[in-house]
């Protein structure tokens, strides 16, 4: 069992940066995928960027570019470099984390991630 807890979420004007983080509480025995999902006002919650446990990364298309995922060296901390932001980015960001292997690269499934943090709002004004 772990949780996550999600910081950085601001307001901010269209083309300014934020670095969202994922703090993790709890241990993990091996290795995991972790990402960044965000819904909109009006739309469905979407994968935005996953760092899966092979290595390999995603990238939404609106965000390629834009944003980088990293990941401490000790695995406890997810983060997301938000850089160019556009009002489009505005929503609820959560961190998500599959620790059972089941996520693999592609378009992310939200349903192969069983841990959520509870969101950080990120507003970008034009």
């Known amino acids: 069992q772990i949780q996550l807890v999600e910081s950085g979420g601001d307001s901010v004007q269209a083309g300014g940066s934020l670095r969202l983080s994922c703090s993790v509480f709890?241990?993990?025995?091996?290795?995991?995928?972790m990402g960044w999902f965000r819904r909109s006002s009006g739309k469905e919650r979407e994968g935005v960027a996953i760092l899966y446990s092979e290595g390999a990364t995603y990238y939404a298309d609106s965000v390629k570019g834009r944003f980088t995922i990293s990941q401490n060296n000790a695995k406890t901390t997810l983060y997301l470099q938000m850089n160019s932001l556009k009002p489009d980015d505005t929503a609820m960001y959560y961190c998500?984390?599959?620790?059972?292997?089941?996520?693999?690269?592609?378009?992310?499934?939200?349903?192969?991630?069983?841990?959520w943090g509870p969101g950080t709002q990120v507003t970008v004004s034009s």
């Open positions: 709890g241990y993990i025995y091996s290795s995991y995928s």
């Open positions: 998500a984390a599959d620790l059972w292997g089941i996520a693999k690269p592609g378009t992310p499934n939200e349903a192969d991630f069983h841990y």
